[in-house]
């Protein structure tokens, strides 16, 4: 069983930055690929970004690539989500999610969620 807590959420200024922090109950948090994704007012859930296992490999949203940096330090059961140029589109709820290595999480689908994190950037 793996618990996430999100934090660092908090309302910013367009052009502004945040850095959303993710972290894991659990001994395994090293066998798990992590993502962030996102649901703002109205909208379905989307990917942001997700890191595999070792932190060696990342993919981006075309909408934050450029942007956004995701990482993650296993010795601390925690992934990040540096965030930076923040515009008004960004806003949404962010969560961080696990799914079992070789799968990452999908919108749909994980094996675990945390309870999400409001980011509010006003224009």
């Known amino acids: 069983q793996v618990q996430l807590v999100e934090s660092g959420g908090g309302l910013v200024q367009a052009g502004g930055s945040l850095r959303l922090s993710c972290e894991a109950s659990g001994r395994t948090f090293s066998t798990y690929n992590m993502g962030w994704f996102r649901q703002p007012p109205g909208k379905v859930r989307e990917f942001v970004a997700n890191?595999?296992?070792?932190?060696?490999?990342?993919h981006y949203a075309d909408s934050v690539k450029g942007r956004f940096t995701i990482s993650r330090d296993n010795a601390k059961n925690t992934v990040y989500l540096q965030m930076n140029s923040l515009k008004s589109e960004d806003t949404a709820v962010y969560y961080c999610?696990?799914?079992?290595?070789?799968?990452?999480?999908?919108?749909?689908?994980?094996?675990?969620w945390g309870q999400g994190t409001q980011v509010t950037v006003s224009s």
């Open positions: 999610a696990a799914r079992a290595s070789p799968l990452y999480p999908t919108p749909t689908q994980s094996d675990y």
């Open positions: 890191i595999n296992w070792s932190g060696g490999m990342t």
